[in-house]
C-alpha cells in the first residue's frame, strides 16, 4: 500500500471512530492487565461477565493474592482455561508486589516476565493504559495488515514491525483500536464485509465479497 494510501486508510477509521477503545472493561492499568491475561481464546464479553463480579471484590494485587487461587477461580471459572490463567494471576500478582510495589510496570521487559503475560499482552498493556505507541498483533490484525496490503507478513512479530514503521505516527497510538475494530466487524475471517467496507478501494484483498 502506497504511503498516502495508508494515511488515507487510517483517516477513514478514525472518522468512524474517533476515539477507539477496547472492548474490555477496566478501571485501572492492574484490572486491564488481569483482563488481557483472561482474555486469550475468550470473548470480551465473556470476560467483561467475570471481571464485572471479581473486580469489585479484587481490584488490586494484594486483594487477589488473599482470595487465593481457588477463591479467584470461583469468579472466572465460567472462561475457558481458567485453571492454567488462575494459577498465572496469582503468579503475576506475587511478582507485582514483590518486584514493583504492587504496580503494573510501564517497562516491556518487566512485563513480559510476568507469567501469562507475552509480547501480545504487553502491548496491550504499554498501548491501552500507557498510551505507548505499540501495536499488538492479535488474529484481526494479523489478517486485516495482510489482507489489505497495509502491512504483510508471515508472522505476528513481523506484522506489528511493519505496521510500527509504516502507519503515519499521527494514528499509530490508536492503529491498534482501529485495526481490531475494522478486523472485528468488517474485515470478518469467514466472509469479509467488503461491499460496505469503508477502506475497500485502498484493499488490495484479491478475493473481496461482492454481496
Ligand atoms: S475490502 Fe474487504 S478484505 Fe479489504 S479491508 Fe475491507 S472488508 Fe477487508
Redesign the pocket.
Known sequence: MKPADREEFFARLKAVMPEPKTELEYASPFELLVAVILSAQATDVGVNKATSRLFPAASTPRAILALGEEGLKDYIRTIGLFNAKARNIIETCRLLVERHGGEVPRDRAALEALPGVGRKTANVVLNTAFGEPTVAVDTHIFR?AN??GLAPGKTPLQVEQKLLRVVPAAYLKDAHHWLILHGRY??KARK???PE?I??DL?S?KS??SV
Request: charged share 20%; proline share 7%.
Open positions: 486485516v489482507r489489505t468488517t474485515c469479509p464485509a467488503c467496507c477502506v475497500r484493499c484483498f473481496k465479497t
